[in-house]
């Protein structure tokens, strides 16, 4: 158990509404993902975030963004859902970065009717 | 730029028989490799990872794979498949540049492992 919890694990959402999830971590590891899994396209990297209010984008970042006020948190929104965001929605944490272990949350359902 | 592919998005074996698993990259700079494990409705597990120390690297449950720098790949093996191996399996590939990568991964598609009894 790596510490790393995900809310909701479950959603349901209209087209157009904003949507925000949570990753809570309790170990205060410095790096942080969120990853988003789609059938036939593996995990592809929406954000990441590398401390404190220090995020990045990954290679599938447009529709969303996100926030990190705290080591612990890591917010992503989806300010406008559209029906091609429905997927499962990873977070994920290291350490200390390059060739170290990430471990992953347990996911979020998301589906945007 | 960094790719992996795993050839092969649905592989079935028989109980007891071979596991082999086909991953290639592609990296501009020397890579750390991955193995990840994803049970159903769960999120993914590390079976093993290259990170250019010893290039056969033995991982849990039986797992292992083997860097072979002149064909690219990382393929994953197991001697005898158990049921408890269905799953899907992905390939991951991360840059070794030191910090500058953040240890960001780029995911194969993910391959589909069947076990028959």
């Known amino acids: 158990d790596a510490g790393i919890t995900q809310s909701p694990r479950h959603k349901v959402t209209e087209t157009g509404t904003p949507v925000t999830l949570r990753c809570h971590q309790t170990e205060n590891h410095r790096y942080m993902y969120w990853y988003r899994q789609d059938p036939g396209h593996g995990l592809r990297l929406i954000h990441y975030s590398y401390g404190v209010k220090d995020t990045d984008k990954g290679e599938v970042s447009d529709g969303y963004s996100v926030s990190r006020s705290k080591t612990e948190d890591f917010l992503l929104t989806l300010e406008s859902a559209t029906s091609s965001q429905t997927s499962v929605y990873f977070c994920?944490?290291?350490?200390?970065?390059?060739?170290?272990?990430?471990?992953f949350g347990p996911g979020t359902r998301l589906t945007v009717l | 730029a960094q790719s992996v592919t795993q050839l092969g998005s649905h592989v079935s074996v028989s109980e007891g028989a071979l596991v082999l698993l086909r991953c290639n990259y592609s990296?501009?700079?020397?890579?750390?490799l991955f193995w990840y494990v994803q049970y159903p409705n769960q999120g993914l597990q590390l079976l093993l990872k290259y990170t250019s120390a010893a290039t056969l690297v033995k991982g849990i449950n039986g797992f292992e794979a083997e860097f072979k720098k002149s064909e690219t790949s990382f393929h994953l093996t197991k001697p005898s498949a158990h049921m408890s191996d269905a799953a899907e399996y992905f390939c991951?590939?991360?840059?070794?540049?030191?910090?500058?990568?953040?240890?960001?991964?780029?995911f194969g598609q993910g391959t589909i492992l069947t076990v028959h009894p």
């Open positions: 991951a590939v991360s840059r070794n540049a030191g910090g500058t990568s953040y240890g960001k991964l780029t």
């Open positions: 994920a944490i290291n350490p200390s970065g390059a060739g170290n272990t990430q471990y």
């Open positions: 990296s501009s700079v020397p890579p750390y």
